[in-house]
């Protein structure tokens, strides 16, 4: 979206009417699980709904799970949020619309819903997801890696720590809360001071998020120190699962969870990845005009944020490929943190670039993306490049 009255946008834009500010979670599994940690700092936790007959009887992170039928006869004025991937998001989304049940999405709770309804009933300044870059070197050299690093040599410098310290500081000097704040690479335990860095931003700023994780391919065990700074700070540990291309990694796997169990280290292996989405970002810059990049980024607004040097980036994916690949695309598609101006205006504006709002109302590298519709360019997962 173009701006076109930077810091008043949403003047006339009426917040969802959230009657209860209590939900059912519809999925307790990992979506789930950020859910209800987000929604009961603030109160808004009502119950999880699944269908599994064995979380009903065990529960869910420590709370009672019901059966959607017990929802229908007991709740049903209620709110559900469906925490689910895409591919039952739909077939829940239609079961709900059948029973004339009330519902959201999650991402578009998280993303749009949620910190417009904050913003103006609450003057809480909320976003769904932002992340560190620590390192851009990795261990494995994925052909179709969405963030280009397959070029970066496995030499190439790090951020320093100082920048990660600066990056978390003005962020979070902005922020009120955020879902889930995340360290990423590349391969993050490639870096350094990982440890370091854990315990910096947990220290200071656990307290406003509700999830602080690392996302890792899982091809090096954490040190002991890095595990103690993880339970203390209460990091979830996010390992891709890239078995189906890279077979061996299953004895890795295995070591990392003993690892975790033995330490009580909050983790959650995603299921093998066998298909990921050619975002387009090698091909040649497409001819389109500025309406059709506005309306291709309007159609796919990315959560991934990334805040690095006092700047946040919209979408991590195009500042890391631009930089590992040497485009120098959209060198200019970030909103400076620095320089945004005190008070309510400056935090307006915050809400509104994180909700899509900006000078072009797209970003360069969109010209190199196929956004949305990379769905329809399926690509191998991990595969690597010999």
Not at 130 to 153: K, M, N, P, S
Not at 256 to 266: C, P
Request: negative net charge.
């Amino acid at each position: 979206m173009k701006w076109m009255n930077r810091g008043e946008e949403l003047n006339e834009y009426k917040a969802e009417k959230l009657e209860h500010e209590k939900f059912y979670v519809f999925g307790a599994g990992d979506i789930g699980r950020g859910l209800y940690v987000t929604l009961s700092f603030f109160g808004m936790f009502a119950g999880f709904i699944d269908n599994d007959v064995q979380k009903q009887k065990n529960g869910f992170y420590g709370q009672l799970v019901q059966s959607y039928q017990w929802f229908l006869e007991n709740e049903r004025d209620k709110t559900l949020i469906i925490a689910a991937n895409e591919a039952n998001e739909q077939e829940i989304s239609r079961q709900l619309r059948e029973d004339n049940c009330k519902f959201f999405l999650s991402g578009i709770f998280l993303n749009s819903v949620l910190p417009i309804y904050f913003f103006q009933k609450k003057k809480i300044l909320f976003m769904n997801l932002a992340q560190i870059c620590v390192t851009e070197r990795c261990t494995l050299r994925c052909a179709d890696c969405a963030h280009g690093c397959w070029a970066v040599d496995r030499n190439a410098k790090d951020m320093e720590l100082e920048e990660i310290y600066v990056s978390a500081d003005l962020f979070f000097s902005k922020i009120d809360y955020i879902h889930e704040f995340v360290l990423i690479g590349g391969e993050p335990l490639l870096y350094e001071h990982l440890k370091e860095a854990v315990e910096y931003i947990g220290e200071k700023y656990r307290n406003k998020m509700g999830t602080f994780s690392i996302t890792s391919n899982g091809t090096i065990l954490p040190d002991q120190a890095l595990v103690d700074n993880c339970k203390k700070y209460r990091v979830l540990f996010r390992i891709s699962n890239y078995v189906k291309a890279i077979p061996n990694l299953q004895g890795q796997y295995n070591k990392l969870e003993k690892i975790f169990l033995k330490e009580g280290v909050d983790y959650h292996f995603s299921k093998a990845e066998e298909v990921w989405w050619n975002y387009g970002f090698t091909d040649k810059l497409q001819e389109e005009s500025e309406e059709q990049l506005i309306r291709k980024f309007d159609r796919c607004m990315t959560p991934c944020r990334e805040t690095r040097n006092g700047k946040l980036y919209f979408c991590v994916m195009a500042r890391t490929v631009s930089d590992n690949l040497g485009y120098h695309i959209g060198e200019n598609d970030f909103l400076d943190l620095g320089l945004l101006p005190d008070g309510d205006l400056g935090r307006r504006i915050l809400l509104e670039y994180n909700l899509g709002y900006s000078e072009k109302g797209y970003l360069e590298m969109c010209a190199r993306c196929h956004g949305k519709d990379c769905r329809n360019y399926p690509v191998m997962a991990a595969r690597q490049l010999r």
